[in-house]
T-cell receptor, first 114, second 113 residues
Framework: GAGVSQTPSNKVTEKGKYVELRCDPISGHTALYWYRQSLGQGPEFLIY????????DSGLPNDRFFAVRPEGSVSTLKIQRTERGDSAVYLC????????????FGPGTRLTVL | GNSVTQMEGPVTLSEEAFLTINCTYTATGYPSLFWYVQYPGEGLQLLLK?????DKGSNKGFEATYRKETTSFHLEKGSVQVSDSAVYFC????????????FGGGTRLMVKP
């Protein structure tokens, strides 16, 4: 079946602009996660959805970052007033519910803020 | 908080050599442990996992055993191939409501023919 998809694959924007990154999880997966991966580092957790609600947003770096999942499937990560330090690969993952379930990752969106 | 430490790379091996990538963790309770692999130009893929102490995860010739006494989950392969060249990430998921993965910094493996 189809895996996790993310759009766009690449996004170049100017400092101060607003961007939206989209994630389509695997069908039937109730849990959805956003991570950020800087060059040469492991992914860092941003936010976790169980269904429509954000169950844990403790990884969001500041209030410029926001994410939604209104119908419990597709999710959008929104970044306001982008800064050069926001440049990274943004990864989305989904999983079935329950402890110990593996997360399946999308290909990521590479965001470059000029 | 939870943390994962893995050996820094790059690790350079000749084809058919034995591979070990060390991974140790800090976590409360009984986390689940994972190895993910990122091939050049591709996304993260789950390689193997173990959910309780003494479990051995295995896939594609790779193995890792969950050692609670040493808080380790070292990745091994008996005979590497050029196609195994990639970045390998060790990760844990805590036994709590957060469910997020905590990753190590990644280890780049380069296998030469």
């Amino acid at each position: 079946g189809a895996g996790v998809s993310q759009t766009p694959s690449n996004k170049v924007t100017e400092k101060g602009k607003y961007v939206e990154l989209r994630c389509d999880p695997i069908s039937g997966h109730t849990a959805l996660y956003w991570y950020r991966q800087s060059l040469g580092q492991g992914p860092e957790f941003l936010i976790y959805f169980q269904g429509t609600g954000a169950a844990d947003d403790s990884g969001l770096p500041n209030d410029r970052f926001f994410a939604v999942r209104p119908e419990g499937s597709v999710s959008t990560l929104k970044i306001q007033r982008t800064e050069r330090g926001d440049s990274a690969v943004y990864l989305c993952a989904s999983s079935l519910g329950g402890l110990g379930r593996a997360q399946y990752f999308g290909p990521g969106t590479r965001l470059t803020v000029l | 908080g939870n943390s994962v430490t893995q050996m820094e790379g790059p690790v350079t091996l000749s084809e058919e050599a034995f591979l070990t990538i060390n991974c140790t963790y800090t976590a409360t309770g009984y986390p689940s442990l994972f190895w993910y692999v990122q091939y050049p130009g591709e996304g993260l893929q789950l390689l193997l996992k173990a959910t309780k102490a003494d479990d051995k995860g295995s896939n594609k010739g790779f193995e890792a055993t969950y050692r609670k006494e040493t808080t380790s989950f070292h990745l091994e392969k008996g005979s590497v191939q050029v196609s195994d060249s990639a970045v390998y990430f060790c990760a844990l998921k805590g036994n709590n409501a957060g469910n997020m993965l905590t990753f190590g910094g990644g280890t780049r493996l380069m296998v030469k023919p």
